[in-house]
C-alpha cells in the first residue's frame, strides 16, 4: 500500500488559514490503513482545527467528509456538491490523491493534509515498511521475492557491497541487509544457482527518469 503520515496539526492551521470554510476530505484506503487518513483521522483534523480556530478568533466553517479512494475519478466526484461548497479542501490522502483532487475541481485550493512516504507493507500496528520503488521492471523473480532497488541503501543489483557485516547493512545496525536476505532465501529455496546470472546496468527509464508515466490497458479503454 502507498503509505502517508499526517502532518503536524500546527502545519495544516497554518496553510489553511484564511479559508473560511474548509472540508477536511478523508480517503478510506491507503491513507486510513495508514492510520493517518481515514474517515476517523478526518473527523479528528476537524475537531482540532475548529479548537485552534476558537482559540485563536478566527472565524469559519470546518466539516468533513470521507471517500473509497481519492485516486480514482468515480469517488472524487462524489463530493463536488461538498467541494463546491467550500473555499479549500484539505486532502488527507496520498500525493496522486492530492492532484486527482486538484484536477478535477481546478477552481478550489487543495491542500495536503499528509506526507506521502513509499509503497510499503503493515509489519504490525503502527509500523511500516518500505518494500516498493515502483521502478517499472520487477526483478523479484529473480531475486527471491526481495527487492533491492527499494531495500539496499545503494539499490545494488548484484550481491552485498564491502558495508555489510553481519548480516547488517552498513547504515544502522537495525537494518538487515537485504542482500544477506535474498541469499538466505534462494539458499532455502535451493534456487541460489539464479545468482550466476550478472545483472546489466538497470534501465531506469521505466521507472521516471523520463517524465511521469502512464499506465494504459488497451483491452479495457474503448
Not at 555489510?164 to 544477506?180: A, R, T
Request: net charge negative.
Amino acid at each position: 500500500m502507498i503509505t502517508v503520515e499526517q502532518k503536524k496539526l500546527e502545519d495544516i492551521a497554518e496553510m489553511t488559514e484564511g479559508y473560511g470554510r474548509l472540508l477536511i476530505l478523508g480517503c478510506e484506503t491507503c491513507a486510513a490503513m495508514s492510520l493517518a487518513g481515514g474517515k476517523r483521522q478526518a473527523e479528528e483534523v476537524a475537531a482540532a482545527i475548529r479548537v485552534t480556530r476558537k482559540m485563536s478568533g478566527e472565524n469559519g466553517e470546518i466539516v468533513e467528509d470521507a471517500i473509497a479512494r481519492q485516486c480514482e475519478p468515480e469517488f472524487v466526484d462524489l463530493v463536488e456538491g461538498g467541494v463546491a461548497q467550500c473555499d479549500a479542501v484539505v486532502s488527507l490522502a496520498c500525493g496522486a490523491g492530492v492532484q486527482l483532487l486538484a484536477e478535477r475541481y481546478p477552481d478550489k485550493v487543495i491542500l495536503p493534509g499528509c506526507n506521502t512516504s513509499f509503497l510499503g507493507i503493515t509489519e504490525e500496528l503502527g509500523i511500516w515498511s518500505e518494500r516498493c520503488a515502483g521502478c517499472g521492471n520487477c526483478i523479484l523473480d529473480k531475486t527471491g521475492g526481495l527487492c533491492p532497488i527499494a531495500r539496499c541503501a545503494k539499490q545494488l543489483l548484484n550481491g552485498p557491497c564491502g558495508g555489510s557485516m553481519n548480516g547488517k547493512c552498513e547504515i544502522s545496525k537495525n537494518v538487515d541487509c537485504v542482500w544477506q536476505l535474498i541469499i538466505d532465501r534462494l539458499t532455502r529455496l535451493g534456487r541460489l544457482e539464479v545468482l550466476e546470472e550478472i545483472f546489466p546496468v538497470k534501465d531506469w527509464s521505466p521507472a521516471g527518469h523520463g517524465g511521469p508515466r502512464k499506465v494504459i490497458r488497451e483491452d479495457l479503454t474503448s
